[in-house]
């Protein structure tokens, strides 16, 4: 099956500071999510990018599928944005999400 | 946005037992929702999909018989762990899937069920 790779597994930022967070797939796809998972277990939806470059406030995302990778921006960060951040691709028509193993993220004052 | 709930957010039980979950989408209507678990600080792994009116279909590893999947409506999917053991215990969490909304394929996910078997 297809593998999907994040990087890095962890990172601490202080408050304020931008960061990139980077997902590598194996395979092509046709479907690639962004989470943040909360504290509480939440994933929250950040981003459907299959290709291209999508803004939404301080986050933003990038897909380039031909090379297989998408990096997540996040800027000025908060302490509310601590957690654990997923990408997560399918292929085929099966709709099936296949999660990457994730990048934790701790944010301080 | 698209709300999925689950109920209940925490369960305890004890060996032997069986529990159900339930998984709503709460706004829209869901012909697919997946069910996955999590383990203490892994990623999400996909058990099983549930197609509404048809048999749930499993991922390789994942025991049909325990893990019962029932998704009778088209805003309603249950999880049901048969005689529940502690290596059972985990993170529960569903997801629906909607295409309506002009973003594409989306799966939008449930707040999870903290299962703790004793």
């Known amino acids: 099956g297809i593998q999907v790779e994040q990087s890095p597994p962890d990172l601490i930022l202080q408050e304020g500071a931008n960061s990139t967070l980077r997902c590598n797939f194996s395979?092509?796809?046709?479907?690639l999510q962004w989470f943040h998972q909360n504290p509480w277990g939440q994933l929250i939806n950040l981003f459907y990018i299959p290709s291209g470059t999508k803004q939404n406030g301080r986050l933003s995302a990038t897909t380039v599928a031909t090379e297989r990778y998408s990096l997540l921006y996040i800027s000025s960060s908060q302490t509310t944005d601590s957690g654990v951040y997923f990408c997560?691709?399918?292929?085929?028509?099966?709709?099936?999400?296949?999660f990457g193993t994730g990048t934790r993220l701790q944010v301080t004052l | 946005g698209a709300v999925v709930s689950q109920h209940p957010s925490r369960v305890i039980c004890k060996s032997g037992t069986s529990v159900k979950i339930e998984c709503r989408s709460l706004d829209f209507q869901a012909t697919t929702m997946f069910w996955y678990r999590q383990f203490p600080k892994q990623s999400l792994m996909l058990m099983a999909t549930?197609?509404?009116?048809?048999?749930?279909?499993?991922e390789q590893g994942v025991e049909k018989d325990k893990f019962l999947i029932n998704h009778a409506s088209l805003t309603l999917s249950t999880l049901t762990v048969t005689s529940a053991h502690p290596e059972d215990s985990s993170f529960y969490i569903c997801?629906?899937?909607?295409?309506?909304?002009?973003?594409?394929?989306?799966?939008?996910f449930g707040p999870g069920t903290r299962l703790t078997v004793l």
């Open positions: 395979d092509s796809v046709n479907n």
């Open positions: 549930s197609n509404e009116g048809s048999k749930a279909t499993y």
């Open positions: 997560a691709v399918s292929t085929g028509t099966a709709s099936k999400l296949t």
């Open positions: 997801s629906a899937r909607e295409i309506d909304r002009g973003l594409g394929d989306t799966q939008y």
